[in-house]
């Protein structure tokens, strides 16, 4: 893959939050001939599961996400914690959203989740030999958790009705590996 990466004249931070912040960068113009300027929104980046308790079936979590003023279909997934492992996030995040131990994590690829303005890169993991237990949630968290039938979920897909774009990766893999 070519990796260009532009010079960086000048960058502002405007605005820095708990989990986003807004990044001011001035650039050249893709022609080169002056600059401009960006936006780019920094993320420390995170993780996803694709937990199946059998080949056909994966599990997703219902949760409000306020941005989008909808619940959501989605896998389990998380904020990597400052100095936290990507694997062990992804424990951490399938036990408080589903009760789920995994006895082995497979690392399957990262997903860039809108690379026009943001830096967020999410690693997709596979959670094999799943233990069942109570879920953890974190204190400001609330799931509803289900199995589904991963046909059934990709028919949500298919209707517009499960819009969560990681969710819908991992549903894309899942049915590939059953097939």
């Not at 619940?71 to 694997?87: F, M, N, S, T, Y």
Request: glycine share 6%.
């Amino acid at each position: 893959m070519n990796q260009r990466k532009m010079p960086v004249y000048a960058s502002q931070w405007p605005y820095r939050g708990r989990i986003v912040s807004l990044r001011v960068d001035e650039i050249d113009s893709y022609r080169g001939d002056r600059r401009r300027t960006v936006e780019v929104v920094e993320h420390p980046g995170g993780v996803a599961i694709v937990a199946q308790p059998s080949p056909r079936e994966i599990v997703l979590v219902r949760q409000y996400r306020h941005a989008v003023e909808a619940d959501l279909w989605e896998v389990p997934a998380g904020r990597i914690e400052p100095g936290e492992d990507e694997a062990e996030t992804a424990r951490r995040e399938l036990l408080e959203e589903t009760g789920y131990r995994a006895e082995r994590l497979e690392y399957l690829f990262s997903i860039d989740t809108t690379p026009g303005f943001c830096n967020e890169r999410i690693r997709l993991f596979a959670a094999h030999g799943l233990i069942a237990g109570a879920a953890e949630p974190e204190e400001d968290e609330q799931f509803e958790i289900r199995t589904w039938p991963v046909e059934e979920a990709w028919r949500l897909v298919l209707a517009d009705e499960l819009r969560d774009a990681k969710t819908q990766i991992a549903l894309a893999w899942a049915l590939a590996r059953s097939a």
